[in-house]
Structures are given as structure tokens and as C-alpha cells.
T-cell receptor, first 116, second 116 residues
């Protein structure tokens, strides 16, 4: 079984709809991240969380919100989806600590979201 | 601000030929450095990483990368490319070592096409 899973894998929705993307992990990591990938732009960080009580905005958090329901679960919400949020969304995890290993992130398979 | 540059958007090589993908970073100190690969429809898989020490690092699938401080580069190489290496490759950096500063910064990616 995959260590980091994302649901759904694909979603098509309409402008103005509320959408939730979910991420679960069995790696036992404390840190979780949400990225979006757009062609030619690489991956950009939306939000990250270092534990269930810690939520931080990333580079492009406008229009998104997150919820860390448990150590293993981190959800990304689009309160009112718009077409320019059409992208591939990745969840990632990393271990706690100050050493180099805490910088190594493990990625889920991605969710392809299309907003019409 | 920290940034990562992958100057080649798309590279085409023949199967069996050697490969070098370029990555340059912009940051005063030496960051942690990573190469990820994204196969079509898949998530990101870590190929290799550099934290410190030997500047030539070996990764999975026969890949290696060399850190050159004087050039702020971390180029990915493979002596003989296989058709299954066709994918998108991302270079990433992390400041490392400080709370809240271990987020990854990604380059825009290089898409590799392998021809028979």
C-alpha cells in the first residue's frame, strides 16, 4: 500500500463549487504539505503543517484553506473554485526534526483538478 | 530569496546516449539539494539528495548528480538512458536546519523524451 494517498485522483467541478482534496499518510510523519503543479511553473507550496496544531501559509495560499484533522490527515479546500485553480495538486510529508532528513519529502500520487 | 533554475524545458536524447540535466540554485549558503522524477500520471519520486560531504552522489535508477559550489549547480547525469527514463525531472532545494525553513523550492522542471 502507498505511504501517501490522495483522494480523489481526478475531479472535475464548476466555478463557485466548494471542493475538498484529502491526503492520508501511513509514514508516521509529523509534517505535511500541499503543493500545486502547473505546466512550466514547477511545484508551488500552498500550505504546510508541522503538527495538528500548526498551520502555515505557503507561497500561494489565497483561495485555499486547509485542515489537519489528525497526524495522518491533511485536507485542502477550495471554498469557491475558479478556473485558474485547475492544476495538479500534490500532498507530501516529511519527518520531524532539525537534521537533513527532515528536509526530504515524500509525495502522494496527485489529484488532477479541473474547474470549468 | 531562494530560487532554483532549470534552464532546459525539454530535452530529447536517443536511447543509450548519455544525459545531463542542469540545475542552478540561488542562495548564499549551501542548501540541501534534491532531484525528483515524475513519470506520466505519477507522483514525484526522489532520485537522489545531497546534504553534505562527497559532492558526487549516487541515486536510484543509475542516476548521479554532482554538487559544484563554485557554479551553484547540481546537475543530474546518467551514462546511458533507457526508454523508461522518459519523464519530467525536478530539481529542488531546501534551506534546511531551521524550524520552518525546510520547505522545498522547486525548479520548473525538464521534460525528457527518449527516442529509439
Amino acid at each position: 500500500d502507498a505511504d501517501v494517498t490522495q483522494t480523489p485522483r481526478n475531479r472535475i467541478t464548476k466555478t463557485g463549487k466548494r471542493i475538498m482534496l484529502e491526503c492520508s499518510q501511513t509514514k508516521g510523519h509529523d509534517r505535511m504539505y500541499w503543493y500545486r503543479q502547473d505546466p512550466g511553473l514547477g511545484l508551488r507550496l500552498i500550505y504546510y503543517s508541522f503538527d495538528v496544531k500548526d498551520i502555515n501559509k505557503g507561497e500561494i495560499s489565497d483561495g485555499y484553506s486547509v485542515s489537519r484533522q489528525a497526524q495522518a490527515k491533511f485536507s485542502l479546500s477550495l471554498e469557491s473554485a475558479i478556473p485558474n485553480q485547475t492544476a495538479l495538486y500534490f500532498c507530501a510529508t516529511s519527518d520531524l526534526g532539525q537534521g537533513p532528513r527532515s528536509n526530504e519529502q515524500f509525495f502522494g500520487p496527485g489529484t488532477r483538478l479541473t474547474v470549468l | 530569496a531562494q530560487s532554483v533554475t532549470q534552464p532546459d524545458i525539454h530535452i530529447t536524447v536517443s536511447e543509450g546516449a548519455s544525459l545531463e540535466l542542469r540545475c542552478n540554485y540561488s542562495y548564499g549558503a549551501t542548501p540541501y539539494l534534491f532531484w525528483y522524477v515524475q513519470s506520466p500520471g505519477q507522483g514525484l519520486q526522489l532520485l537522489l539528495k545531497y546534504f553534505s560531504g562527497d559532492t558526487l552522489v549516487q541515486g536510484i535508477k543509475g542516476f548521479e548528480a554532482e554538487f559544484k559550489r563554485s557554479q551553484s549547480s547540481f546537475n543530474l547525469r546518467k551514462p546511458s538512458v533507457h526508454w523508461s527514463d522518459a519523464a519530467e525531472y525536478f530539481c529542488a532545494t531546501s534551506l534546511g536546519g531551521q524550524t520552518g525553513a525546510n520547505n522545498l523550492f522547486f525548479g520548473t522542471g525538464t521534460r525528457l523524451t527518449v527516442i529509439p
